[in-house]
């Protein structure tokens, strides 16, 4: 399998799940996340695609959750 259909197939599968689990955030930011951390991945050797994909959704989990504003900064 090219790198290509392995990109594209992990970048689908994160994709997919965030959609579904209602995380999706803003398409471009989190296409851009999603792809930064898949190009990462694939410059120490990974090739799996549930392996890239999979680190991908916790790279935008970490991404969002820096994002959002702390629960003490809004009540404290």
């Known amino acids: ?8 197939s992990a970048f689908f599968i994160a994709w997919s799940f ?9 398409p ?3 296409a851009n ?11 120490t050797g990974e090739r ?3 392996m890239l994909a ?3 959704i916790n790279a935008f989990r970490a991404h969002a959750a820096k994002s959002r504003p702390s629960q003490e900064a809004r009540f404290g």
Do not use: Y
């Not at 965030?18 to 803003?26: A, D, F, R, V």
């Not at 996340?33 to 410059?43: M, P, R, S, T, Y």
């Open 1 to 8: 399998m090219s790198i290509r259909c392995t990109v594209e």
């Open 18 to 26: 965030l959609e579904q689990s209602g995380e999706l955030g803003p």
């Open 28 to 30: 471009d930011e989190t």
């Open 33 to 43: 996340v999603l792809l930064d951390a898949i190009e990462a991945q694939l410059k």
């Open 48 to 50: 799996r695609q549930l």
């Open 54 to 56: 999979n680190k991908a």
